[in-house]
Nanobody, 128 residues
């Protein structure tokens, strides 16, 4: 059974950077598309970014495009989200989520309901 654990969240000033990590155990990540989901208080969960199982396709929400970069290292069973130029509206709980469709290729889909494994989340707070 795949298990995901996020790390790297914290408190940062607006304009600063954080790098989130998602470490997987229990199964190799090679077959899984990974999404970084986030949920702010009172708002619906959204996919901030996602990456296909092979890493050759990525997606970014318009609100983070040009500031966030998703990457994966399947050898380390880890996916990263580099977040630069953080804004107060980026404050949320960030979740790593995964879905495997086939061993050949799993696409990245920018819909939170697509992913059927999820980590416990890490809080990101951006102050003024």
């Amino acid at each position: 059974q795949l298990q995901l654990v996020e790390s790297g969240g914290g408190l940062v000033q607006a304009g600063g950077s954080l790098r989130l990590s998602c470490a997987a155990s229990g199964a190799p990540l090679d077959y899984y598309a990974i999404g970084w989901l986030r949920q702010a208080p009172g708002k619906e969960r959204e996919v901030a970014s996602c990456i296909s199982s092979t890493g050759n396709a990525t997606h970014y929400a318009d609100s983070v495009k040009g500031r966030f970069t998703i990457s994966r290292d399947n050898a380390k069973n880890t996916v990263y989200l580099q977040m630069n130029s953080l804004k107060r509206e980026d404050t949320a709980v960030y979740y790593c989520a995964a879905r495997a469709v086939s061993k050949v290729f799993t696409p990245c889909v920018p819909g939170a309901a697509y992913y059927n494994f999820r980590g416990p989340g890490t809080q990101v707070t951006v102050s003024a």
